[in-house]
């Protein structure tokens, strides 16, 4: 069953996408409609996300407090490396579930997964 892709950014057209990562949405943010089942299931790294956000709270209130500069850089730290393994994970199961799909399936939908690879990579590393 083919579901469109929902979009942060306004204006254009989605095309279908006939599993969660089927089409990679013209803007850069996107998100996948929370029904669609065969989306990978990242439920596990709300944990993580939750810890990231604690970090980021602590963060905040040593800034406040006035804390020493050099140990908040360290905290800063400790949490960009912790979103990288999130991204990581996220990444992880999309080559794992949505990327394998769309190389076992067709020429074409691979050749799209590998343009979305490099997209993300693209954006990863600026």
Do not use: W
């Amino acid at each position: 069953m083919a579901k469109a892709q929902s979009r942060k950014s306004s204006g254009g057209s989605q095309k279908p996408a006939a599993n969660c990562c089927q089409t990679m949405p013209s803007s850069e943010t996107s998100e996948h409609s929370s029904s669609d089942e065969s989306a990978p299931n990242h439920s596990a790294e709300i944990n993580r996300i939750n810890r990231i956000k604690g970090q980021l709270d602590g963060i905040k209130k040593m800034i406040e407090d006035r804390k020493y500069c050099p140990d908040i850089i360290t905290q800063t730290s400790a949490v960009r490396s912790a979103i990288a393994s999130l991204e990581a994970s996220i990444l992880e199961k999309h080559l794992k579930s949505c990327v394998r799909e769309a190389f076992q399936s067709n020429e074409a939908a691979a050749e799209e997964k590998m343009a979305e690879l490099l997209t993300i990579f693209k954006r990863a590393t600026r």
